[in-house]
Nanobody, 127 residues
């Protein structure tokens, strides 16, 4: 089982940027497709972005396409989410997660397709 620790959240003005990090331990992150999800108060957890184990394939929710970039550094056992042009509606707790199926990413990209989760990091975008 891989253990994940999310970091990098904070308070930023609309139009600003943040970079989230997800540090893995226990097993190497290269064994997993990885994803980022977010959950706003009173809402269900929703998919944000995912990346294949090699980094060759990436997937994005329509709401963040063109503004967010997911990347990974397997040598550092870390996955990143660069968030630019942030909007108030991006406010949420952000979680990284490892695919339940190891290197395979199920392209339905549901939270139930992912196993290990980070503890979450709060992102607040003010208008």
């Amino acid at each position: 089982q891989v253990q994940l620790v999310d970091s990098g959240g904070g308070l930023v003005q609309a139009g600003g940027s943040l970079r989230l990090s997800c540090a893995a331990s226990g097993r190497t992150v290269s064994n997993y497709g990885m994803g980022w999800f977010r959950q706003a108060p009173g809402k269900e957890r929703e998919f944000v972005a995912a990346i294949s184990w090699s980094g060759e394939r990436t997937y994005y929710a329509d709401s963040v396409k063109g503004r967010f970039t997911i990347s990974r550094d397997n040598a550092k056992n870390t996955v990143y989410l660069q968030m630019n042009s942030l909007k108030p509606e991006d406010t949420a707790v952000y979680y990284c997660a490892a695919s339940k199926f190891g290197r395979l990413i199920i392209t339905t990209l549901r939270p139930s397709d992912f196993g290990s989760w980070g503890q979450g990091t709060q992102v607040t975008v003010s208008s």
